[in-house]
């Protein structure tokens, strides 16, 4: 069992940036895939990055790709999303969501991850 706390939301103006924060608690934290999620409005919540577990590639988004990173810190039992160039389409509830029983893969289904924080608001101006 695992428990997450996504931090480090808030209110950014468009091509800002923010840093995302999971602090996960519980068993050892480099055993679990960790991938991020967001959602927006009326939408279906979506993959937006993801980390394996042992170190390996992250896996991204096409809307994630060039402006977005993810990265893990074992030791510290914390993942962050680093979120550049933001732009409105980019406001969404984002979570931290992360698995056991995916081995070394990444996965962007939402029904693979048992585990889930509780979301943090990101809202960026136009």
């Known amino acids: 069992q695992v428990q997450l706390v996504e931090s480090g939301g808030g209110l950014v103006q468009t091509r800002g940036s923010l840093r995302l924060s999971c602090a996960a608690s519980g068993q050892t934290f480099s055993s679990y895939t960790v991938a991020w999620f967001r959602q927006a409005p009326g939408k279906e919540r979506e993959f937006v990055a993801g980390?394996?577990?042992?170190?390996?590639?992250?896996v991204y988004a096409d809307s994630a790709k060039g402006r977005f990173t993810s990265s893990r810190d074992n030791a510290k039992k914390m993942a962050y999303l680093q979120l550049n160039s933001l732009t409105p389409e980019d406001t969404a509830v984002y979570y931290c969501?992360?698995?056991?029983?995916?081995?070394?893969?990444?996965?962007?289904?939402?029904?693979?991850?048992?585990?889930w924080g509780q979301g943090t608001q990101v809202t960026v101006s136009s």
């Open positions: 969501a992360a698995s056991t029983r995916l081995g070394a893969v990444v996965v962007t289904s939402r029904t693979a991850y048992p585990f």
């Open positions: 980390m394996p577990r042992g170190g390996g590639r992250a």
